[in-house]
Every structure is written in structure tokens, then in C-alpha cells.
């Protein structure tokens, strides 16, 4: 059965009853008590209360759920592609229980707790998986998003990849033939069948002949992240580039221009040719101070991170929804979309780092990273430490 807002597909599950054993005596209760599961595919542009109506849900009971719902996720937020199931009781056609899956590790559960009326409990449920441990390795001949796909690994391995060590390294054109990986980490795997990667335990990337190592720590004191064998966190107040992994793994050769900071007749600063629409992020958190047309820079904004960070993206074709002077903005936010306006020969994004408002280098510059490890969890890190280090050696 199909509706407009998306394909219907309808499971009818039958649960018999118990066997108890008294005594020595055997004692059988049976009963049929089947229910129907509508999986409902959300498409491009439906919300929730659009897809309540296509299959039959009363106006009461959708306000309903939207409002036991929303303390612990706003169902307004469900994502087109993925799916809605709704559980009815197969005797009475009443519905008792709604699924949502938010991500690969949780999902949203909806249940009536009463048979004689609507009241709707929400709660958020990990999703469960058998884990495997497996490790990696490999040298780069083109991408590392070829490099991965070439040995028969999950692509979403080069992207966790990519974004652990998203402060060291600029993925988008750092990277060169001869360049090498390790990695440890967790395959995890959903009635029997592989789903996907799970978190990277501990990893090596050697750039240009540098090494960088990382490994997952979480302590009592210390949050959950990736650290250094120093205890040091990978984070950093800025990322490395302005165009992240995940927007450009598709093995597209990316080339940046005037890596030193060349100087040019109008401007100064590093170029990233990118494709028109690439979408482009704020290197760090910061508030905009200019956004829109900016002369030989077109349209173009600049954030200030802090009395002494300033930072400035330029060429695009538009800015991200929401980005106006004044806005706050995240690192990793998505600001703008590569384009070739103002003084511009190709679509490319254009890139500036100011400190103290002079202009400076941002691969060269040593910015502050997050916390380390607490000392109350350096002996657990070390534990960890002297464990993967090995198993990485080992390799």
C-alpha cells in the first residue's frame, strides 16, 4: 500500500502465550494476541502530523505524542529518508506504541501506558548491537576515501577517520600520495547482519612524516574524546580547514592554492577550489561580524572568535540559512556554500585567519587545545595508553 507520504510497509506479528510447569505437573496457556506494525517512510518535506493524517491517526492522539514526545525528542525534527513505525493492536486496531530511530545508536519509543485512555510515555532507548573489534591499515595512493574503499572497508570508516583527526590535519588538501593510516576500532553488527562502524578506539595518520596518534578516553573526571599519548585532547579551539571531510569524501581530487600565504593584486589568503554548492563551516565557535556582499571578496562573512581570533570566508555563491551580523556560530556550522563571486576566475572558497587583526597562517599557528586528561585519570589513560600503543605498533 502506498500513500503521498511515502511507502507503507505492514508486519503482522502473532506472540503466543506461556508454558508454566507446576509441580511436575504441565500447565499451557495459548493465546493469539497479534499485532500490526505500519512502517511509515518519511519523505522529503513531511512532517509528522502530515504523516499521522495518511494513515488514520485522530487529531487528539497526534497532539498527543507530539507533546509526550517532545522532552525527549521533537518528532518536528524526523529526518526524510529514514522510517516511523506504528504498533496497533490487532484485535481492537488501537494504537499502542510508535518507533523512531534518531541516529544508529538511539531511538524514540512512544508508548500508551493505559487501555482505557491516551497516556503517551516517551523515552529514548539505545539501540542494541553485537560488537566486534577489528583493525586497519593502509597507504594512500590517491584519497583516503579511496584508499578505504579500495580495501573493501565501510566508507564510513575514512569520514570517523577524517574526523578525529580534523584538528591536525587539513582532509581536504593536506593529503598525499605515501601518506599512511593504523586503525583500531569497533564493527558493530544488528541481527546478525554488519550495520556499521562504530567508534575508532585508537588510530595513526602519517602526514607528510608526521605521526599522529589518538585514542579514545572517557575517565571520571576527564569527557569523553580522543587524546594524545601525552593526555593532550585532539580538539582545538579551531579546526584546520574550513571545509570539512564529510562534505568532500567523494574522492574528488581537491587542490589548494597559495598554501604559504601568497599575496595576490586585491587579496591575501588560501584558496580551496571546491565545487560550486560545496558547503563551507566556521573553523571555531564566534559571532558574525560582517555577512553579505563584500567588494572583491562577493559575498562573504567574518566571524570573531575572540579578542584575538578573527576569521573570514569568502566567494560564495550564498550564506547558510540564519547567518546575518550578530549570529552565534558553532565550529563545524555550515556558513556558506562555495560559489565565484566578487574577484573570482572558479568556484573556490576563500579562506583568512587574523590574529589581533593582522593576518597570519593558520597551519603554521599553534592554537589552544581542549582539556586534557584530569590527573585523578591519568592511571586509567595510561592503561589505555599501554595497551593500544602496542596493539598500533603491531599492526
Same mark, same amino acid.
Given at each position: 500500500m502506498?500513500?503521498?507520504?511515502?511507502?507503507?510497509?505492514?508486519?503482522?506479528? *502473532?506472540?503466543?502465550?506461556?508454558?508454566?510447569?507446576?509441580?511436575?505437573?504441565?500447565?499451557?496457556? /495459548?493465546?493469539?494476541?497479534?499485532?500490526?506494525?505500519?512502517?511509515?517512510?518519511? &519523505?522529503?518535506?513531511?512532517?509528522?502530523?502530515? +504523516?499521522a493524517?495518511?494513515?488514520?491517526?485522530?487529531?487528539?492522539?497526534?497532539?498527543a505524542? !507530539?507533546g /509526550?514526545?517532545?522532552?525527549? #525528542?521533537?518528532?518536528?525534527?524526523?529526518?526524510?529518508? @529514514? %522510517?516511523?513505525? &506504528?504498533?496497533?493492536?490487532? %484485535?481492537?486496531?488501537? &494504537?499502542?506504541?510508535?518507533? #523512531?530511530?534518531?541516529?544508529?545508536? %538511539? @531511538? +524514540?519509543?512512544?508508548?500508551?501506558?493505559?487501555?482505557?485512555?491516551?497516556?503517551?510515555?516517551?523515552?529514548?532507548?539505545?539501540?542494541?548491537?553485537?560488537?566486534?573489534?577489528?583493525?586497519?591499515?593502509?597507504?594512500i595512493?590517491?584519497s +583516503? #576515501?579511496?584508499?578505504? !574503499?579500495?580495501?573493501?572497508?565501510?566508507?564510513?570508516l575514512?569520514?570517523?577517520?577524517?574526523?578525529?583527526?580534523?584538528?591536525?590535519?587539513?582532509?581536504?588538501?593536506?593529503?598525499?600520495?605515501?601518506d599512511?593510516?593504523?586503525?583500531?576500532? %569497533?564493527?558493530? $553488527?544488528r541481527?546478525?547482519?554488519?550495520d556499521?562502524?562504530?567508534?575508532?578506539?585508537?588510530?595513526?595518520?602519517?602526514?607528510?612524516?608526521?605521526?599522529f596518534?589518538?585514542?579514545?578516553?572517557?575517565?571520571a573526571?576527564?569527557?569523553?574524546?580522543?587524546?594524545?599519548?601525552?593526555?593532550?585532547? !585532539?580538539q @582545538?579551539?579551531?579546526?584546520?580547514?574550513? &571545509?570539512? $571531510?564529510?562534505?568532500?569524501?567523494?574522492?574528488?581530487?581537491?587542490?589548494r592554492?597559495?598554501?604559504? +600565504?601568497k599575496?595576490?593584486?586585491r587579496?591575501?589568503?588560501?584558496?580551496?577550489?571546491?565545487?560550486?554548492?560545496?558547503?563551507?563551516?566556521?573553523?571555531?565557535?564566534?559571532?558574525?561580524?560582517?555577512?553579505?556582499?563584500?567588494?572583491y571578496?562577493?559575498?562573504?562573512? @567574518?566571524?570573531?572568535?575572540?579578542?584575538?581570533?578573527?576569521?573570514?570566508?569568502?566567494?560564495?555563491m550564498?550564506?547558510?540559512?540564519?547567518?546575518?551580523? *550578530?549570529?552565534?556560530?558553532?565550529?563545524?556550522?555550515?556558513?556558506?556554500?562555495?560559489?565565484s563571486?566578487?574577484?573570482?576566475?572558479?568556484?573556490?572558497?576563500?579562506?583568512?585567519?587574523?590574529?589581533?587583526?593582522? !593576518?597570519?597562517?593558520p597551519?603554521?599557528?599553534?592554537?589552544?587545545?581542549?582539556?586534557?586528561?584530569?590527573?585523578?585519570?591519568?592511571?586509567?589513560f595510561?592503561?589505555?595508553?599501554?595497551?593500544?600503543?602496542?596493539e598500533?605498533?603491531?599492526?
Amino acid at each position: 500500500m502506498y500513500s503521498s507520504a511515502g511507502k507503507i510497509t505492514i508486519i503482522i506479528i *502473532g506472540i503466543i502465550g506461556s508454558v508454566y510447569f507446576f509441580g511436575g505437573n504441565r500447565s499451557t496457556t /495459548s493465546a493469539i494476541d497479534p499485532k500490526i506494525t505500519v512502517k511509515k517512510e518519511i &519523505l522529503a518535506g513531511t512532517t509528522f502530523s502530515v +504523516l499521522a493524517k495518511e494513515v488514520g491517526m485522530a487529531t487528539s492522539t497526534t497532539s498527543a505524542i !507530539l507533546g /509526550s514526545a517532545k522532552e525527549v #525528542y521533537d518528532l518536528a525534527k524526523i529526518v526524510a529518508g @529514514k %522510517e516511523i513505525a &506504528l504498533v496497533y493492536n490487532g %484485535e481492537n486496531g488501537n &494504537l499502542e506504541e510508535l518507533i #523512531y530511530e534518531i541516529d544508529k545508536e %538511539e @531511538k +524514540l519509543i512512544v508508548k500508551n501506558a493505559s487501555t482505557t485512555a491516551e497516556a503517551w510515555q516517551a523515552e529514548k532507548v539505545p539501540i542494541e548491537y553485537m560488537i566486534e573489534i577489528d583493525r586497519a591499515r593502509g597507504t594512500i595512493e590517491s584519497s +583516503l #576515501y579511496e584508499t578505504i !574503499l579500495d580495501q573493501g572497508l565501510d566508507e564510513r570508516l575514512a569520514l570517523a577517520l577524517a574526523e578525529m583527526f580534523a584538528w591536525q590535519i587539513d582532509f581536504a588538501a593536506q593529503i598525499q600520495k605515501g601518506d599512511s593510516f593504523k586503525v583500531i576500532y %569497533e564493527k558493530k $553488527y544488528r541481527d546478525g547482519q554488519y550495520d556499521h562502524p562504530g567508534k575508532i578506539i585508537a588510530a595513526e595518520f602519517i602526514n607528510n612524516g608526521e605521526s599522529f596518534r589518538g585514542f579514545y578516553f572517557t575517565g571520571a573526571e576527564t569527557k569523553e574524546g580522543y587524546y594524545d599519548k601525552e593526555g593532550n585532547s !585532539l580538539q @582545538k579551539v579551531f579546526l584546520k580547514a574550513p &571545509l570539512q $571531510y564529510k562534505y568532500i569524501s567523494s574522492g574528488y581530487s581537491y587542490k589548494r592554492f597559495n598554501p604559504i +600565504l601568497k599575496t595576490f593584486t586585491r587579496h591575501r589568503g588560501i584558496d580551496y577550489a571546491a565545487p560550486q554548492g560545496t558547503p563551507a563551516v566556521s573553523v571555531g565557535d564566534g559571532t558574525v561580524v560582517q555577512a553579505g556582499w563584500n567588494g572583491y571578496y562577493g559575498i562573504s562573512i @567574518k566571524v570573531r572568535h575572540n579578542e584575538t581570533y578573527s576569521t573570514v570566508y569568502g566567494h560564495f555563491m550564498s550564506l547558510a540559512k540564519g547567518i546575518r551580523v *550578530g549570529t552565534k556560530v558553532k565550529q563545524g556550522q555550515v556558513v556558506g556554500y562555495v560559489g565565484s563571486t566578487g574577484l573570482s576566475t572558479g568556484p573556490h572558497l576563500h579562506y583568512e585567519m587574523h590574529k589581533f587583526g593582522s !593576518l597570519i597562517n593558520p597551519f603554521t599557528e599553534k592554537v589552544p587545545a581542549g582539556e586534557p586528561v584530569k590527573e585523578a585519570d591519568q592511571p586509567a589513560f595510561q592503561e589505555v595508553l599501554n595497551k593500544y600503543q602496542s596493539e598500533l605498533d603491531n599492526i
